[in-house]
């Protein structure tokens, strides 16, 4: 009954290792068993003796023979272990939401989308998949210094990679016209002036909250200047048009803000025009006519809800109820779209899917799966505590949806040939993917001599294990490795805790380019890989990679993640 309840312990301690890619918990095996088994609590006394020798022998082995060990012991176990997780993810509820809701995705077409856009994005889907509604895509392109003609495509393609159920799509740029009414409305309504002062000089007048000599005009006198705006009269930087607020606001960023300016250069790729609304009037506008009745946005946006306030209020439109989310800080790749573009052009980066930046057509290259970004943002919701973006979970979420489908092959970088003296020669059979059978296997000829990662080449007398083929005993590790065959037992590799490494056969290794963030690896890998272009796959011992292409000089894989 011991060797029962010892096997028990055994196999919950490696599942425990194998999943968190470490030494097992103690007393999380122990909640394991007693969860699984609650019939064994009255026995606690006879498992803590058997815990600690298990322990010890799970955590002498290396990743990769928890792996098998637990394959053997449990198939059914690293079956379920395989499958996707659900998680079913509730986002706070929406105040005056029960009739539906219309919210909006509004980004600058400065470049492709990056993880960033991604929370605003998802969050606002949610909410419309939850409560039904539309779901408004807003090109906001009112600044023709900030338009990427080539981001109008990426930013619909990224959407559209992101699987967002977006029902309306408007550009800023075919409402200028909209934009010139409502903005000569607001002057008739004395919620707005043209001012023609100096932009120096306003800005000292604000900082002292003093008004400047064009807020005393007539509404005729601003209506005049208004329709000389629109003709051309006025130049860049002489003119433009402010909302009237409150001069004595404690934040000098809300006395009087610009709602118009005049910009000369450079032309907007899809209109004629010199009179640009700015973001804080059209946005407001817009939010009206289109019906949004929820905003979910960044608190970094607090101070434009409240410049927005002043235009609902002037014109008596109904508020859109609002929400702002913390800030979310995101480390290990560039976001910055000014950065993004300057590298591309400089040559540093190859182009907006280089997978050292933070693009979502980056993550795609890179075989991270769009259902994997959504449940990540959904895991960091709306809250307004600012926090710092988890890779872990990211690569975690997904791993659960990769895992199950990739298929695993051998990848060997920086390739030395061993010769293996002694050594029978076979085909070694691996599975094509653990615990899914009915996928079949790989072939894997041995004759002679194969090809290993170099700095798994230890000093002479050092025991290796050829994963899913022998053992071999190190004789020599210099330029010209050699080695000797000394057997087929796992036990023994395991008793001598032999390293379990990868492999291939010299004679039909593929050239394979493996890319990561950190650099390039070179090396070799089986010949099944070339049928897997635009796949993911798992390269045994170094983690999952999106086959990229297939070419007559080798293979180009990027690195995912383990």
């Given at each position: 009954?011991?060797?029962?309840?010892?096997?028990?312990?055994?196999?919950?301690?490696?599942?425990?290792?194998?999943?968190?890619?470490?030494?097992?918990?103690?007393?999380?095996?122990?909640?394991?068993?007693?969860?699984?088994?609650?019939?064994?609590?009255?026995?606690?006394?006879?498992?803590?003796?058997?815990?600690?020798?298990?322990?010890?022998?799970?955590?002498?082995?290396?990743?990769e023979e928890r792996e098998i060990r637990l394959q053997e012991l449990a198939p059914d176990v690293v079956e379920e272990m395989a499958r996707p997780r659900v998680h079913i993810k509730e986002l706070?509820?929406?105040?005056?939401?029960?009739?539906?809701?219309?919210?909006?995705?509004?980004?600058?077409?400065?470049?492709?989308?990056?993880?960033?856009?991604?929370?605003?994005?998802?969050?606002?889907?949610?909410?419309?998949?939850?409560?039904?509604?539309?779901?408004?895509?807003?090109?906001?392109?009112?600044?023709?210094?900030?338009?990427?003609?080539?981001?109008?495509?990426?930013?619909?393609?990224?959407?559209?990679?992101?699987?967002?159920?977006?029902?309306?799509?408007?550009?800023?740029?075919?409402?200028?016209?909209?934009?010139?009414?409502?903005?000569?409305?607001?002057?008739?309504?004395?919620?707005?002036?043209?001012?023609?002062?100096?932009?120096?000089?306003?800005?000292?007048?604000?900082?002292?909250?003093?008004?400047?000599?064009?807020?005393?005009?007539?509404?005729?006198?601003?209506?005049?200047?208004?329709?000389?705006?629109?003709?051309?009269?006025?130049?860049?930087?002489?003119?433009?048009?402010?909302?009237?607020?409150?001069?004595?606001?404690?934040?000098?960023?809300?006395?009087?803000?610009?709602?118009?300016?005049?910009?000369?250069?450079?032309?907007?790729?899809?209109?004629?025009?010199?009179?640009?609304?700015?973001?804080?009037?059209?946005?407001?506008?817009?939010?009206?006519?289109?019906?949004?009745?929820?905003?979910?946005?960044?608190?970094?946006?607090?101070?434009?809800?409240?410049?927005?306030?002043?235009?609902?209020?002037?014109?008596?439109?109904?508020?859109?109820?609002?929400?702002?989310?913390?800030?979310?800080?995101?480390?290990?790749?560039?976001?910055?779209?000014?950065?993004?573009?300057?590298?591309?052009?400089?040559?540093?980066?190859?182009?907006?899917?280089?997978?050292?930046?933070?693009?979502?057509?980056?993550?795609?290259?890179?075989?991270?799966?769009?259902?994997?970004?959504?449940?990540?943002?959904?895991?960091?919701?709306?809250?307004?505590?600012?926090?710092?973006?988890?890779?872990?979970?990211?690569?975690?979420?997904?791993?659960?949806?990769?895992?199950?489908?990739?298929?695993?092959?051998?990848?060997?970088?920086?390739?030395?040939?061993?010769?293996?003296?002694?050594?029978?020669?076979?085909?070694?059979?691996?599975?094509?993917?653990?615990?899914?059978?009915?996928?079949?296997?790989?072939?894997?000829?041995?004759n002679e001599s194969v090809l290993v990662p170099s700095s798994e080449i230890k000093d002479a007398g050092t025991m290796i294990r050829l994963k899913d083929l022998f053992n071999i005993m190190i004789?020599?590790?210099?330029?010209?490795?050699?080695?000797?065959?000394?057997?087929?037992?796992?036990?023994?590799?395991?008793?001598?805790?032999?390293?379990?490494?990868?492999?291939?056969?010299?004679?039909?290794?593929?050239?394979?380019?493996?890319?990561?963030?950190?650099?390039?690896?070179?090396?070799?890998?089986?010949?099944?890989?070339?049928?897997?272009?635009?796949?993911?796959?798992?390269?045994?011992?170094?983690?999952?990679?999106?086959?990229?292409?297939?070419?007559?000089?080798?293979?180009?894989?990027?690195?995912?993640?383990?």
């Amino acid at each position: 009954m011991d060797e029962d309840l010892k096997r028990i312990i055994l196999i919950f301690s490696l599942q425990n290792a194998v999943k968190h890619h470490g030494v097992p918990k103690s007393g999380t095996v122990i909640g394991m068993v007693m969860g699984k088994y609650p019939e064994l609590r009255t026995r606690a006394k006879e498992i803590g003796p058997l815990l600690g020798g298990v322990l010890a022998e799970v955590e002498g082995m290396s990743h990769e023979e928890r792996e098998i060990r637990l394959q053997e012991l449990a198939p059914d176990v690293v079956e379920e272990m395989a499958r996707p997780r659900v998680h079913i993810k509730e986002l706070p509820p929406l105040e005056k939401a029960e009739s539906g809701v219309v919210m909006r995705f509004a980004p600058n077409p400065s470049g492709p989308l990056h993880l960033g856009h991604a929370r605003a994005a998802v969050l606002n889907d949610a909410y419309v998949r939850r409560y039904g509604g539309r779901y408004v895509l807003r090109i906001e392109d009112t600044d023709p210094k900030r338009v990427d003609p080539e981001a109008y495509r990426m930013v619909q393609e990224d959407i559209g990679w992101l699987g967002l159920n977006i029902t309306d799509i408007v550009y800023q740029s075919d409402r200028f016209d909209l934009y010139y009414k409502y903005g000569r409305e607001l002057i008739e309504r004395g919620g707005a002036y043209v001012c023609t002062c100096d932009n120096e000089m306003f800005r000292e007048l604000k900082q002292a909250k003093t008004a400047c000599p064009c807020r005393s005009a007539e509404i005729e006198d601003n209506l005049e200047s208004w329709e000389k705006m629109l003709g051309g009269e006025f130049y860049e930087g002489s003119a433009s048009v402010r909302v009237r607020t409150d001069l004595d606001h404690p934040d000098p960023a809300m006395r009087d803000y610009p709602a118009f300016r005049i910009l000369n250069s450079p032309p907007h790729p899809r209109i004629e025009a010199t009179v640009y609304p700015l973001m804080n009037f059209s946005v407001a506008v817009d939010d009206h006519l289109l019906g949004i009745t929820h905003v979910i946005r960044g608190k970094d946006h607090i101070a434009n809800t409240r410049r927005q306030r002043y235009i609902f209020d002037y014109f008596g439109w109904d508020v859109p109820v609002y929400r702002h989310y913390g800030r979310m800080g995101i480390e290990g790749v560039v976001l910055s779209t000014s950065q993004m573009r300057e590298g591309i052009r400089s040559g540093v980066y190859h182009g907006w899917d280089d997978i050292r930046l933070g693009t979502l057509r980056a993550f795609a290259r890179r075989g991270i799966k769009p259902e994997a970004v959504r449940d990540a943002v959904m895991d960091i919701g709306v809250g307004d505590t600012d926090i710092s973006f988890s890779w872990e979970n990211l690569y975690a979420q997904n791993k659960n949806i990769i895992d199950p489908v990739s298929n695993r092959y051998f990848f060997v970088p920086d390739p030395v040939m061993v010769h293996i003296s002694d050594a029978p020669r076979q085909v070694a059979h691996p599975l094509l993917h653990p615990g899914q059978d009915d996928k079949g296997t790989r072939t894997l000829p041995f004759n002679e001599s194969v090809l290993v990662p170099s700095s798994e080449i230890k000093d002479a007398g050092t025991m290796i294990r050829l994963k899913d083929l022998f053992n071999i005993m190190i004789e020599s590790a210099g330029n010209q490795p050699q080695a000797v065959f000394t057997g087929d037992s796992l036990a023994e590799a395991r008793a001598s805790k032999a390293q379990i490494i990868q492999w291939l056969p010299v004679e039909n290794a593929i050239p394979c380019r493996l890319l990561t963030q950190e650099g390039d690896l070179e090396g070799v890998c089986e010949p099944g890989v070339m049928k897997e272009e635009g796949n993911v796959v798992q390269f045994e011992r170094v983690g999952f990679a999106r086959i990229d292409a297939v070419k007559p000089e080798g293979i180009i894989a990027y690195f995912s993640h383990r």
